[in-house]
């Protein structure tokens, strides 16, 4: 498998480099699935420099969680409406408004604490307290939640049966926040732990309600600068704040937000006007078009994103000049043509 997805991801590059971050310059951005998770893992592990202890967590979210429209108010998570007269359900509040008591706010273990595997103490620098899943919040919305295991909804946040949905704001901002914790910490903030949702098949412990939560809110303003903040307090990033669609290139489902044209690959040696694939996206058949025959030895294969080789073409089947490729679920693919001399790769993505 290894072998297979060096071949695959040797034919892609990044064309848009100055919109990367230059955090991610030693990190393999052409790799695909379980290797990119592991990339993105390690970055996000040896760059975390700085642990913050829990009380250095206050002055941190009085940093990461401003209100960028009010700089003297945090967001807080979960909230939806300051002009209601419920504290409870207020969006924003005053900043040194920390502590216990109704009408404060105070440190949301997004990731609650009980969930883990072991669970989090905050008595020492730990899982407990990494500042990239602690938000401020409510103290009677945080108490609300209290562990109660994400799952689909709509609107405000609130219960959903015996779960807890965060809200329409705010499902993105949960959905990165469980993917870094699940890259940082792997065998201890599993999402399938936290979550309720079906499981995907290239890593059984991602489930596709985070995924489908990735793509539907995009990142924030807030969220970047929040990204931006916490790598200068503790000197790693979330890496799905960067890019949404870093999760696509992992673990499939819904495709995310693309910020940084991922999915644009360089040609080789002239066969990209001979080999057309469209349309890209789609949502039934793909065909694949060429124009002129290069070559004695032609050959198309289809991967499916962790790998697998789903479907493969003769040369005598290319010679036909167009290939019709049906009942792809949904999902990224590569399709790669390949001569006696050349190769070139396109990704293509079935909604």
């Not at 669970?119 to 500042?131: E, L, R, V, Y």
């Not at 539907?216 to 000197?235: H, K, M, P």
Request: some cysteine; hydrophobic content about 35%.
């Amino acid at each position: 498998m290894k072998g297979l997805f060096s071949i695959i991801c040797t034919l892609f590059v990044v064309s848009v480099f100055g919109q990367i971050p230059t955090y991610y310059n030693d990190v393999n951005l052409t790799l695909t699935g379980m290797l990119l998770k592991a990339e993105l893992a390690n970055k996000i592990t040896v760059t975390h420099t700085n642990e913050l202890n829990y009380s250095e967590v206050w002055t941190a979210l009085q940093q990461t969680d401003l209100d960028l429209t009010n700089p003297s108010n945090v967001l807080l998570l979960y909230g939806y409406n300051d002009g209601d007269g419920d504290p409870i359900t207020d969006r924003t509040r005053n900043k040194n408004s920390t502590g216990g008591a109704v009408g404060d706010w105070n440190r949301e273990h997004t990731y609650a604490q009980s969930l883990a595997t072991p669970g989090m103490n905050t008595s020492t620098p730990n899982a407990g307290t990494d500042a990239h899943h602690l938000r401020a919040s409510d103290v009677q919305m945080n108490g609300n939640r209290g562990n109660r295991l994400f799952a689909a909804g709509s609107g405000n946040a609130g219960n959903t049966g015996l779960n807890w949905y965060p809200g329409d704001e705010w499902k993105g901002d949960v959905a990165r926040m469980m993917m870094y914790m699940y890259l940082r910490y792997p065998s201890q903030c599993l999402p399938n732990n936290v979550g309720v949702g079906t499981s995907v098949a290239i890593d059984p412990a991602m489930i596709t309600l985070f995924l489908d939560w990735n793509a539907e809110d995009t990142v924030s303003a807030y969220e970047t600068n929040r990204n931006n903040i916490l790598e200068g307090l503790q000197g790693n990033r979330n890496p799905f704040i960067d890019n949404p669609y870093l999760a696509t290139i992992i673990w499939n489902g819904t495709v995310a937000q693309d910020k940084w044209d991922m999915t644009t690959t360089i040609t080789e040696n002239d066969l990209s006007t001979n080999f057309i694939v469209y349309p890209n996206p789609s949502s039934d058949d793909v065909k694949v078009k060429f124009n002129e025959n290069t070559s004695k030895n032609e050959e198309l294969f289809v991967y499916a994103i962790n790998g697998v080789l789903v479907n493969q073409f003769s040369n005598e089947q290319i010679n036909t000049k167009e290939i019709i490729v049906k009942d792809l679920p949904q999902g990224i693919y590569i399709f790669k043509y390949k001569t006696d001399k050349n190769s070139i790769a396109k990704k293509v993505v079935i909604n």
